[in-house]
């Protein structure tokens, strides 16, 4: 289960600020700032079952490392994103290609994605592009990661900037204290909840430029 928070970042001088601020130093877990360049191409079926069955599929590749993500369930409540979520490992030469679903086998969502895969082939829907700066913090008791992403999804309409903040939960007796830990993030930089995925931001750039006006 995937547990986080999410938060819009005003500009790039808030995302500097957070990323250099010493305040971190008292929370953090003997890790110092890392920051990575990700890529990522989700997919979906022709017929776009997979959107249908609420279900999200991605390659993301991270330095030397790529791996093949499935999302699917959970809910978003206020900044609180929780979904169930598996990751395999793949060959990073093969990080651009359209992945098989046979590598999610033995999964809970392997038979729905075989089906799904079956009726209908997969095809990549939109690309994201992003440097992802990020510690490891300890927060009373809870193992959690702090990221700030900034770079592009990038899609046939045009691409849409990535400026935002992620609390992730790793470890430790109470996943919420995600959502703790992010009031005081909030407050501190003054930011606001950001309840959409870049997935359904990207979706939304999917359905034309006429839907950007419609964006909440």
Known sequence: MEIEVKYAVPSEKTASDIISDSFWDEFAKDEELQTVPLRAIYYDTEDRSLRKLGITLRVRSEGTTAFCTAKWGGSVKGAVHAREEVNIPVPIEKASEVPD?????????????????????????????????????????????????RGDIITPYGTAPILELELEHYAGPDPLAVLELGEIVAERYGLTLETR????????????????????
């Open 197 to 216: 995925s870049k997935y359904a931001r990207g979706l939304q750039l999917l359905n034309g430029p006429e839907s950007l006006t419609q964006q909440t």
């Open 101 to 149: 679903v046979s590598l999610l086998a033995g999964t809970p969502i392997a038979s729905v994605l075989k089906e799904a895969a079956e009726k209908s082939p997969l095809v990549p829907l939109l690309e994201m592009k992003f440097d992802r700066s990020r510690r490891r913090l300890m927060y009373d008791r809870n193992v959690i990661e702090l990221a700030v992403d």
